[in-house]
């Protein structure tokens, strides 16, 4: 099972919104609503940003939102902050019964 | 509240045998709905998903090292161990444990620890 396919960084200015596509196949991404993303900053433990492709857990802003079209998901996050500057990682569950993760985005406020 | 916490040797060395254990508190093992992964990250590099007990004992690993990899649980002791043999430096990595509830986000690592850096090295 391949790793999921994600931009190795991303950048955007306060206030504005940016995009992180993830990108699998029919066996993970396109075939199940099981994407989820999770947010790292250096040193931490990832936490759960987004589940079964679009929902939010209790916590999360609203500035966060997730979607998907065939094979690839979408994580957009807008109003950017500099808080948001982190790793983001989406995973998705697989027809093989396993997870896999993408591999990572960098996203950097300017 | 939910915790889980890592624990098991910083160093090994090539060769050896690692294993680690995840204590758990806040939920169950034995719940019905619970089960918890192991994941790793290489210093600077992604995560990767290695296995996944579930709340009936089934287990599941990852495709590339399944030959080396073992996952339990006690559920008495709240804990769940994994053992992967024959380590190597490429091996060296932040090892997570975290939950998925079934019931609550169905497939989603909803809570990790807090990881434990195993460097592999003679």
């Known amino acids: 099972q391949s790793a999921l396919t994600q931009p190795a960084s991303v950048s955007g200015s306060p206030g504005q919104s940016i995009t992180i596509s993830c990108t699998g196949t029919?066996?993970?991404?396109?075939?199940?609503?099981?994407v989820s993303w999770y947010q790292q900053h250096p040193g931490k433990a990832p936490k759960l940003m987004i589940y079964?492709?679009?929902n939010r857990p209790s916590g999360v802003s609203n500035r966060f939102s997730g979607s998907k079209s065939g094979n690839t998901a979408s994580l957009t996050i807008s109003g950017l902050q500099a808080e948001d500057e982190a790793d983001y990682y989406c995973?998705?569950?697989?027809?093989?019964?396993?997870?896999?993760f993408g591999g990572g985005t960098k996203l950097t406020v300017l | 509240q939910v915790t889980l916490k890592e624990s098991g040797p910083v160093l090994v060395k090539p060769t050896e045998t690692l294993t680690l254990t995840c204590t758990v508190s806040?939920?169950?093992?034995?719940?019905?709905?619970?089960?918890v992964s192991w994941i790793r990250q290489p210093p600077g590099k992604a995560l990767e998903w290695l296995a996944h007990?579930?709340?009936?004992?089934?287990?599941s690993y990852s495709t590339s090292l399944k030959s080396r990899l073992t996952i339990s649980k006690d559920t008495s002791k709240s804990q769940v161990v994994l053992t992967m043999t024959n380590m190597d430096p490429v091996d060296t990595a932040t090892y997570y444990c975290?939950?998925?509830?079934?019931?609550?986000?169905?497939?989603?690592?909803?809570?990790w620890g807090q990881g434990t850096l195993v460097t592999v090295s003679s």
């Open positions: 975290a939950r998925i509830d079934s019931s609550g986000y169905p497939w989603t690592f909803d809570y």
């Open positions: 806040g939920f169950s093992l034995s719940n019905a709905r619970m089960g």
């Open positions: 007990i579930f709340s009936n004992d089934e287990k």
């Open positions: 029919s066996s993970d991404v396109g075939g199940y609503n099981y």
């Open positions: 079964d492709v679009s």
């Open positions: 995973s998705s569950y697989t027809s093989s019964s396993i997870w896999v």
